[in-house]
């Protein structure tokens, strides 16, 4: 199997090494693993392109490369550009430092580079690892996402993920916030929704007396309905959600028939 990785931490991510070593494990001793990531971080830039300026990409190694751009950029350039003769087979993007559960997954660039190999029809998976007090101070703190990490991505790639929709599925994959042997196993789930936190900004004045804003991010440890992401990782499980780029309200179009 030949898989492109990316990331939005950037291409010196620690969570980059362990997606490696997923991918390794699943591309197999006669696949191929490249990576095509961002030169700087690149986090909270969710599906953006650099649209209006070009982007500088430099070959860092053996099947590696580093690219000025965000997350769906690095998987453009490794699908029409690093890889322009074959197609990988799979783009897996992360480990991010952090969860992309809940509403975190509309900001994530975890998730942009995964939507954007989606949509140029390749099968797609994010990875992202949930931190918390428990496996904040151990010595790795992504042990659950590097070792349960290869087992469940070929579990979700033995369901069969080729769906033949327009709006191509992809996958976003979280890891609690638990040592890997406390990991109670694994939730198919929805997407949810932190009730009472949102991100916002605190403002800061600098030496200069200049205002600036930086943004803050709420409680990641509000816990979400039942039967949802942010809910199954705070309970020890890895959530697996099914995602689409289509942003359609399909529950609204029968009401909205009224304005026909």
């Keep these: 199997m ?18 490696e070593a997923i991918a390794e494990q699943i591309a197999g001793p006669k696949g191929e693993v490249w990576v095509v990531a961002p030169a700087f971080e690149q986090s909270g830039v969710g599906h953006s392109i650099s649209y209006t300026r070009p982007m500088m990409i430099a070959k860092l190694g053996h099947r590696r490369y580093a690219a000025e751009g965000s997350p769906a950029d690095c998987v453009m350039a490794g699908l029409h550009d690093v890889l322009k003769d074959q197609a990988p087979d799979l783009v897996l993007s992360g480990v991010n430092r952090g969860n992309n559960s809940a509403e975190n997954a509309l900001y994530s660039g975890t998730l942009g580079g995964a939507m954007e190999a989606a949509l140029q029809g390749i099968p797609a998976m994010a990875l992202s690892q949930y931190f918390g007090p428990a496996n904040l101070g151990i010595e790795n703190p992504f ?19 080729d769906d033949g929709e327009d709006y191509r599925l992809f996958y976003n994959i979280n890891f609690p916030p638990v040592p890997a042997a406390d990991v109670k196993g694994t939730r198919a789930t929805l997407q949810g929704f932190r009730r009472n936190t949102r991100f916002s900004v605190e403002p800061h004045s600098s030496p200069s007396g200049r205002r600036f804003l930086w943004i803050k991010g709420g409680n990641q ?23 689409r780029a289509d942003l359609t309200a399909h529950d609204r179009l029968e009401a909205l028939k009224a304005i026909e």
Aim: charged share 20%; hydrophobic share 40%.
């Design 221 to 243: 440890h509000e816990p979400t309905l039942p039967g949802s992401d942010a809910a199954a990782n705070l309970d020890g499980y890895i959530s697996v959600t099914p995602m």
């Design 2 to 19: 030949r898989i492109l990785l990316t990331n939005d931490d950037g291409i010196n991510a620690p969570g980059l090494e362990i997606l």
């Design 143 to 161: 042990e659950a996402a590097a070792h349960h990490g290869a087992t469940v991505i070929r579990k979700i790639l033995d369901t069969g993920i």
